[in-house]
């Protein structure tokens, strides 16, 4: 274990020493009046060692490196007040597609305080999923604002965010399709744009409400400015229902009651779920925590696997996480502990993160190195699994 750290270590350091600075995200190529061209993108090389140790049997451990994200982006405009934005992923990609399609959307700024988006754009539920992937302290989201774990993720449809003139009060709402992904030890959502086959189809409305104490600011992690301190609190909620479309892993049983014909994938019928959030910046200490619940209901009751029994369950997760800036270094040490239980599993699946970031040109390019030890794995008692995560990201 600690030569695979010590040699990931040489790596980083390595890495390290080829970034350089950046200028803002975003690049813009072309601009002539309501005219403009811009286009930009991440990198986020990851090294992973896990080492499993199941409460029976032999554990497995192993290391690799890959692409997290991977993701350019072009957007532009042609007409006043309209703009649009496509963005691509080739680090992670379904089956046989070589891409994923993240945001592909249009928007309209012409109505004061408001903006409209028409297309494929973040579901808004779960201030960590809010967070962008590239302004995260801990590299990866894991419970609360993960969609493998009952979090939506993109929606194909129409959203509306919009705040008060002193940008205090913020509120955003969207509704559209999004699809479901079978899968009995998780819940997870996906955006129709990338569809896998065997999807459940449905429909989704979700709404926002945020307020901050003070002066409004940026869900970015990390407390660049070191300012005086800022508070925020959130509610946010969503409910999802199946369109009957595509009822892959449902037949007809006895008297026409619907049953699961697989043992780890079944339907889903409808969720919903609720959050509470909030966050503080200021003095270099950047803090995030939430609490979000989510209950499921498959389409038959027969499912008694992984996350679900007798067809349901309900998903309880919370998160806190921070981290302190130091004031004459571009160094940043951060803790995140959060943990998950549903109807399904023995035991509360719970973790602790230990956390360094080095920063280059802050989000825009830095080296991260993070330790989680998890216990209870999938809620099997006595399943403990650590990981050590290197990622290297670059921002332009």
Same mark, same amino acid.
């Given at each position: ?47 992973l ?18 692409f ?23 680090g992670? *990609? ?9 945001? /592909? ?15 494929n ?9 809010l967070? *962008? ?62 569809? /896998? ?10 709404g ?10 940026? &869900? ?7 300012? /005086?301190l ?6 946010a /909620? ?7 479309? &595509? ?21 889903? $019928? ?6 509470? *959030?909030?966050?503080?910046r ?58 998950m239980?549903?109807?399904?599993? $023995? ?24 330790? &989680?030890?998890e ?22």
């Amino acid at each position: 274990m600690m030569q695979r750290v010590q040699r990931a270590l040489s790596m980083g350091c390595l890495a390290a020493a080829a970034l350089v600075s950046v200028s803002e995200a975003g690049i813009k190529i072309y601009e002539d009046g309501d005219k403009f061209i811009e286009i930009g993108g991440r990198m986020q090389i990851q090294y992973l060692y896990f080492d499993e140790s199941p409460k029976e049997g032999e554990g497995e451990s192993n290391d690799t490196i890959f692409f997290r994200r991977l993701r350019p982006y072009i957007a532009g405009s042609v007409t006043k007040n309209w703009n649009g934005k496509i963005q691509f992923d080739f680090g992670k *990609s379904l089956d046989a597609d070589e891409v994923s399609v993240k945001d /592909a959307y249009m928007q309209y700024t012409g109505w004061k305080n408001h903006k409209v988006f028409i297309g494929n754009s973040k579901t808004v539920f779960s201030r960590e999923f809010l967070t *962008s992937s590239k302004r995260q302290q801990t590299v990866e989201r894991w419970f609360v604002g993960q969609h493998n774990f009952g979090s939506p993720d993109r929606m194909l449809g129409f959203r509306l965010d919009g705040h008060t003139d002193s940008g205090k009060f913020e509120y955003k709402f969207n509704v559209g399709g999004e699809n479901f992904d079978p899968d009995n030890r998780r819940m997870d959502f996906d955006t129709p744009v990338n569809d /896998a086959g065997d999807y459940n189809q449905g429909w989704e409305g979700a709404g926002r409400l945020t307020y901050y104490f003070t002066e409004p600011f940026k &869900r970015d992690q990390g407390d660049f400015e070191r300012g /005086a301190l800022k508070f925020t609190v959130e509610g946010a /909620a969503f409910t999802w229902t199946n369109n009957d479309n &595509r009822l892959t892993y449902t037949d007809e049983g006895e008297n026409g009651k619907p049953i699961c014909n697989n043992e780890k994938k079944c339907d889903l $019928d409808d969720a919903t779920g609720w959050e509470i *959030s909030g966050g503080m910046r200021g003095h270099g200490f950047s803090v995030d925590l939430e609490y979000n619940q989510v209950e499921g209901n498959m389409v038959a009751d027969n499912v008694n696997s992984g996350m679900y029994v007798n067809g349901e369950t309900t998903i309880k997760k919370w998160q806190l996480e921070g981290g302190y800036m130091l004031g004459n270094l571009p160094l940043e040490f951060v803790y995140k502990r959060d943990s998950m239980d549903t109807d399904g599993y $023995d035991k509360k699946w719970y973790a602790n993160d230990f956390g360094v970031n080095y920063f280059f040109n802050k989000h825009k390019a830095k080296v991260q190195f993070l330790y &989680r030890m998890e216990s209870n794995v999938n809620g099997a008692d006595g399943d403990d699994r650590n990981q050590f995560v290197m990622q290297w990201q670059f921002v332009f």
